[in-house]
């Protein structure tokens, strides 16, 4: 069966970073026009671990918001090896807060105020289990001795089942799973472990970024796999499964920041997002379960209400700007432009507009 065109109810992105300043005036609008409502990662300079600086980053994305857009951004707060209980229990309080973030320290971009130790978090998350508050995993360990390509899975062995024995009735999302071991232990999981999945892990697999030369704009964190790890990531997405849901975590980065001597982690992929996961599953015959992914697996489990309107994706193919203005930046020449995922290349579907 090809259809020409596919209504969905309106997804959410459970994933994504924003930044502050005039980048997020730029970025914001390339998941307003598509994505309800989307879980803002909190890794900002200086980081929000705070009610009252997720409050302040809050009224900046609301202000940025374009004004035909209803766009719902879902706070999450930054975990330190000194977040007080107190803080966690005024977080759980506010309506606007959704979740902690776990970083490990030095794990990604902007991770160096993370936990150092899980165990120096104990009372924060014995906090977050009692008052309901769902806890978002890097699930990376950051040991100089453990490949890159294996982080994940170590994490998964060292720390994760421990994690969940320690606090059995903690809500906790495995964001950007990258690999099979990923997917397998959060199927065994109880209902509450789940699991975000983003475009790009799902699209490519680890050879992309050496395809012809050094492919910085593919480097990101979770680094990508091998092809095996990808394949079960498009199960996991496709298998109709409740615990994987829609994350992008897009990651804008100026273009000169990426391709550099010590080029940054991250994609950005939400201008392309959407119309990205429905070629993911178009390609395996599954855009019958493209909208629970999208938007049912998310809101049910964190308890939110599914959105009520709809979007629309046309198949018409259209070609991705070779690159997208960030604004102002501390960049060399005062301006920056970021690389979009794709850029340059053809993609089939097209979000309609209403
Ligand atoms: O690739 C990544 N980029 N992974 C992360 O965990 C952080 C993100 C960013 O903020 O740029
Ligand atoms: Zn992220």
Not at 72 to 79: A, G, I, K, S, V
Not at 308 to 323: F, G, H, M, N, Y
Request: glycine residues 6%; aromatic residues 8%; hydrophobic residues 40%.
């Amino acid at each position: 069966m090809s259809l020409d065109q596919i209504s969905l109810t309106r997804p959410d992105d459970w994933h994504l970073h924003l930044r502050d300043g005039p980048i997020l005036e730029r970025v914001l609008p390339a998941t307003a026009r598509c994505f309800g409502r989307a879980i803002i990662m909190p890794n900002l300079k200086p980081p929000v671990t705070t009610v009252q600086q997720a409050g302040d980053y809050r009224d900046r994305i609301v202000r940025a918001t374009p004004g035909d857009s209803c766009f719902e951004p879902l706070m999450t707060l930054y975990l330190t090896d000194n977040t007080p209980p107190d803080e966690i229990y005024r977080a759980a309080e506010c309506e606007f807060i959704h979740a902690v973030k776990y970083y490990p320290a030095g794990a990604t971009t902007h991770s160096d105020s993370g936990v150092t130790n899980l165990g120096n978090v104990a009372a924060a998350l014995a906090a977050m289990q009692d008052a309901g508050l769902p806890l978002l995993l890097h699930g990376e360990v950051t040991d100089l001795d453990i490949d890159i390509f294996d982080r994940e899975a170590v994490f998964i062995k060292r720390h994760l089942a421990r994690l969940i024995d320690d606090f059995p009735d903690l809500r906790m999302v495995l964001e950007h799973v990258t690999t099979a071991e990923a997917v397998e232990f959060v199927l065994a999981a109880p209902a509450h472990i789940g699991a975000t999945i983003t475009a790009h892990h799902l699209l490519l697999n680890r050879n992309a970024m050496f395809e012809g030369g050094l492919r910085p704009h593919y480097y990101c964190l979770p680094i990508i796999k091998r092809e095996k790890h990808r394949q079960a990531l498009i199960d996991a997405a496709t298998s109709g499964s409740p615990k994987f849901f829609l994350g992008t975590d897009s990651a804008p980065h100026p273009k000169h920041a990426k391709e550099s001597d010590c080029g940054c982690a991250g994609v950005f992929s939400a201008p392309v997002a959407i119309e990205l996961y429905a070629e993911v599953f178009e390609s395996v015959g599954a855009l019958d379960r493209l909208e629970a992914f999208a938007s049912f697996h998310g809101p049910d489990f964190y308890g939110l209400p599914r959105n009520r309107d709809s979007i629309t994706l046309k198949r018409q193919a259209w070609c991705v700007p070779e690159s997208f203005e960030l604004g102002r930046t501390n960049s060399p020449d005062g301006a920056a432009v970021a690389i979009v995922l794709r850029a340059g290349t053809a993609i089939s579907w097209q979000l309609a507009d209403d």
